[in-house]
């Protein structure tokens, strides 16, 4: 069945740095690709998504492209700061024509990241 | 910006009992999702609803669990006789067209 890898966390960085958390999927025909964001305490907010191949989907500095070839959908930051401190979930929702169409969601494990100052 | 708003944030519960857990959907959407996360584990999906009906459910969704949207606004999740491994993470979700979803804060639910 359809399913989502994301690399291991915790990931540590010193403000300012470059962020990439991989993610990976397996999934048959062309899924729709989530990034969701779990700040301590709180709920799963979506960060960007993208629906078909080559999107690049963006939001608040994050960037992730689609990549069918690669089955890959490598979060991105140029720069982190403290506040971005959170559980980051890659998710994916399965091909409408193949899936019946109500497309729950398949989460990956989620990758923990910390900033410091 | 409409919200999804779940309630209670927090629900402490006896083994054996029966809890409900209550979502209030974005008014305009029509998919309705729930989903569980096990402290420190992934999300898991347990059930859809569209239509006034289950349109697919997980093998976690047994019959212990049902869903229910009893009037136009509510949507509600009811474990019927909890054990102790139910206790997670209960987010509610919904969606206009089923392919972006959105997340409510989550209910904590604790089974003693």
């Known amino acids: 069945g359809d399913s989502v890898t994301q690399m291991e966390g915790p990931v540590t960085l010193s403000e300012e740095a470059f962020l990439t958390i991989n993610c990976t999927y397996t999934?048959?025909?062309?899924?729709?690709l989530f990034w969701y964001v779990q700040y301590p305490g709180e709920g799963l907010q979506l960060l960007l998504k993208?629906?078909?191949?080559?999107d690049k989907g963006s939001n608040k500095g994050f960037e992730a492209t689609y990549r069918k070839e690669t089955t890959s959908f490598h979060l991105e930051k140029g720069s982190v700061q403290v506040s971005d401190s959170a559980v980051y979930f890659c998710a994916l929702s399965p091909d409408f024509m193949f899936s019946g169409g109500y497309n729950k969601l398949i989460f990956g494990a989620g990758t923990r990241l910390a900033v410091h100052p | 910006e409409p919200e999804v708003t779940q309630t209670p944030s927090h629900q402490v519960t006896q083994m054996g009992q029966e809890v409900i857990l209550r979502c209030v959907p974005i008014?305009?959407?029509?998919?309705f999702y729930w989903y569980r996360q096990i402290l420190g584990q992934k999300v898991e999906f347990l059930v859809s609803f569209y239509n006034n009906e289950i349109s697919e459910k997980s093998e976690i969704f047994d019959d212990q669990f049902s869903v229910e949207r009893p009037d136009g606004s509510n949507f509600t999740l009811k474990i019927r006789s909890t054990k102790l491994e139910d206790s997670a993470m209960y987010f509610c979700?919904?969606?206009?067209?089923?392919?972006?979803?959105?997340f409510g804060p989550g209910t904590r639910l604790l089974v003693l």
């Open positions: 008014s305009n959407h029509l998919y």
């Open positions: 979700a919904s969606s206009t067209s089923g392919e972006t979803q959105y």
């Open positions: 993208a629906t078909k191949a080559d």
């Open positions: 999934a048959t025909g062309y899924p729709s």
